[in-house]
């Protein structure tokens, strides 16, 4: 009898993978295909237990597969659609990003940790974001602009004083 429980098993893990695979290049996703052969193998499991509870353990195997294939798929395939909407928001992002910053010079950007991913890939969120860092970089320009005129009125300040003072010496020792 243990014989006949290894064959079943083997017969039931080829099938599903067999299955998997052939559903995979159909349009399955990766995490859907995998959660399949795990659901299989768990809800096999269990259901051998509960079955040789029972005194019908291939019967336990086999329902037990049945259930568990589908619960694992129904998983996976909740799991291939999230990964594949992030993946597109994360690119639609990016791709708004590149767009504003085209023409403007490369600088890091600021990393907001406390934001939820959620809300970074909220358009009107993102866009308010960028305007916003675009206002900050334009107020740095005109700060370091307003700097260097303050500077270079200080230093022309500085070397005026200098050569009046040199003048005024040099017109006292011609005396």
Same mark, same amino acid.
């Given at each position: 009898m243990n014989k006949i429980k290894l064959k079943l098993i083997a017969f039931l893990l080829a099938a599903s993978m067999l299955t998997s695979t052939s559903f995979a290049a159909d349009g399955w996703g990766q995490k859907q295909s995998q959660d399949t052969i795990k659901g299989l193998l768990l809800g096999g499991s269990l259901g051998a237990v509960v079955g040789h509870q029972s005194g019908k353990q291939k019967e336990g195997i086999i329902i037990g597969s049945v259930i568990g294939s589908f619960l694992g798929n129904r998983t996976g395939k909740g799991r291939d659609t999230r990964h594949a909407e992030e993946d597109m928001q994360r690119? +639609? %992002? @990016?791709? &708004? $990003? &590149? $767009? !504003?910053?085209?023409?403007?010079?490369? +600088?890091?950007?600021?990393? %907001? /940790? /406390? %934001?939820? &991913?959620?809300?970074?890939?909220?358009? !009107?969120?993102l866009q308010a974001k960028q305007r916003a860092e675009q206002v900050e970089k334009e107020l740095a320009q005109e700060k370091e602009r307003i #700097?260097?005129?303050? @500077? +270079? /009125? $200080? *230093? *022309?300040? =500085? *070397?005026?004083? $200098? =050569? +009046?003072?040199? #003048?005024?010496? !040099?017109? &006292? !020792?011609r005396r």
């Open positions: 690119a +639609r %992002y @990016e791709q &708004s $990003r &590149s $767009r !504003l910053y085209q023409t403007s010079t490369a +600088r890091p950007t600021p990393s %907001y /940790s /406390s %934001y939820s &991913s959620s809300t970074q890939t909220d358009p !009107l969120v #700097r260097a005129e303050q @500077e +270079r /009125s $200080r *230093l *022309l300040a =500085e *070397l005026e004083a $200098r =050569e +009046r003072n040199a #003048r005024e010496q !040099l017109q &006292s !020792l």
